[in-house]
């Protein structure tokens, strides 16, 4: 018997961030990076242009996270059958992924200016540097309050934290210009904002794909898991299992069960301590299983790919 689940994606952090409070956000950073492209033509500055390019892409990253998050909110349909949640996880990687390719932008100038230094003004720098430093922090602030249980708000907080260090590193620079003359240090911060930009993006990037690509979620240990639907009463074996991720929070879980005894009363039973005990001890509480005769089931334990429900029977929520 068939039962229906709605998927909605709603964020863990949503009661703690507004969408209000994101697209305001999203607004002075947009202001932010204007100012900071004129201070960095005026100033000469590039490390003042990089993190205005890194502030453009924070903008870019608050706004593809306040539109997932809405787009994640439907409800499942039938084009969806799981739901929208996912498309938070498809915003969190192409925020992952700006945030690769403006690190190696930058790496890519700062070698040019390397071979052709320019005069940079030191004052400006640390003005609108400065400024940069107190929006970013502020940002970075409300953006934290969604940034626990989202990898979407996650990578958008990452944005604004990178950015107030880059931020605090061009102030050194300005300051260092003005003192020694030192226009080198511009250069020598560009890269470090290029490099860890490049590492943020490259630690959160794996799990991200993780998911996109229905691995097994992080948190499931898979043999354990294995080892206690085969130990349930009335389980002679399982096979064909796959679980995987529903958005970022939700887990499924697909099975057959060869069953000791073959019959309706004795599978219901079964499934009704396999739910329960996937949900317990893993937190799977969406969970598909089909009988099948040791016969019918041959030892693989995971096909190419997790397969979606086609109206076999499900749990309930």
């Known amino acids: 018997m068939a039962h229906s689940h709605d998927h909605t994606g709603h964020s863990h952090g949503e009661e703690n961030l507004s969408d209000r409070q994101l ?91 390397f071979a052709a230094p320019q005069p940079v003004e030191g004052w400006t720098v640390i003005w609108v540097a400065g400024i940069a430093l107190v929006i970013d922090l502020v940002t970075a602030f409300i953006v934290y309050r969604g940034a626990h249980d989202s990898i979407n708000m996650k990578a958008a907080f990452l944005h604004n934290v990178s950015d107030a260090l880059a931020s605090i590193g061009v102030i050194v620079a300005g300051v260092l210009i003005i003192l020694y003359d030192l226009v080198v240090a511009d250069l020598i911060i560009t890269l470090i904002i290029a490099a860890y930009v490049i590492w943020q993006g490259a630690t959160l990037l794996p799990r991200t794909v993780r998911l996109l690509m229905g691995a097994v979620p992080d948190e499931v240990e898979f043999d354990q898991m294995v080892e206690n639907l085969r130990a349930l009463g009335g389980v002679q074996d399982i096979h064909h299992v796959h679980v995987w991720n529903l958005g970022e929070h939700h887990r499924a879980l697909e099975a057959h069960l060869t069953l000791v005894d073959y019959s309706q009363t004795a599978f219901e039973g079964v499934k009704r301590r396999a739910r329960a005990m996937l949900e317990k001890d893993f937190g799977i509480a969406h969970a598909t299983f089909e009988p099948c005769l040791a016969t019918d089931c041959d030892d693989a334990l995971i096909p190419a790919h997790p397969a979606p429900n086609n109206g076999k029977d499900t749990a309930g929520d």
């Open 23 to 113: 697209i305001l956000a999203v607004a002075i950073n947009v202001l932010l990076t204007l100012a900071q492209i004129v201070g960095g033509i005026l100033s000469g500055s590039l490390a003042l242009i990089a993190d205005a390019l890194h502030n453009f892409s924070d903008a870019a990253s608050l706004g593809l996270a306040w539109f997932a998050r809405r787009i994640g909110r439907r409800p499942a349909d039938k084009l969806m059958t799981f739901g929208y949640a996912q498309g938070e996880v498809v915003a969190a990687l192409i925020n992952l992924t700006t945030l690769l390719i403006i690190g190696f932008y930058l790496i890519v100038e700062a070698i040019n200016r």
